[in-house]
């Protein structure tokens, strides 16, 4: 419980980060960005809030292959600046108070193979850009369709 440990970045090299389920409280904080050979980041069914870190934190990760962010209180909006993730292979950020439109810069992401935004507050429609990926490299794409219209989703949850 609590927040995340400050200490944590001490472990510059680490590569794989998992604290899911262990009830951390707070925001994701500025020490990720010592994280630079970090390529897997699990922090689900926490208690985290606050919006996620895509623009000056995340993007710092150049090696970062899978966020998973599911099940925590994390609010706002998908930056449109997640495209620079260019290494991004899965994203799992549903079952949070996320809102706004999925940004079309999605569709330059052309690694990304799962990405899971069901159970959220996101609507819109999806682009056909990103239904593109599909042909490319998405595999996996989880929206909630009775806000979201979208073409090319392999799962709608309600």
Known sequence: TGRIP???HFMQSL???DLSYNKFSGSISNEFVFFQDLRFLHLDGNQLTGSIPFM???EQL???ETISLRSNNMDGSIQSNIANLSMLRTLSIGENEL???IPVE???MFALESLKLDQTRLSGTISESICA???RSLKEFVVDC???SCSCCTNCST
């Open 6 to 8: 400050y200490d944590l």
């Open 15 to 17: 590569q794989t980060l």
């Open 56 to 58: 000056g934190v995340f």
């Open 62 to 64: 150049t090696k970062i």
């Open 99 to 101: 809102t706004g439109n």
């Open 106 to 108: 999605i569709s330059n």
């Open 133 to 135: 990926l599909k042909s």
């Open 146 to 148: 009775s806000v979201v």
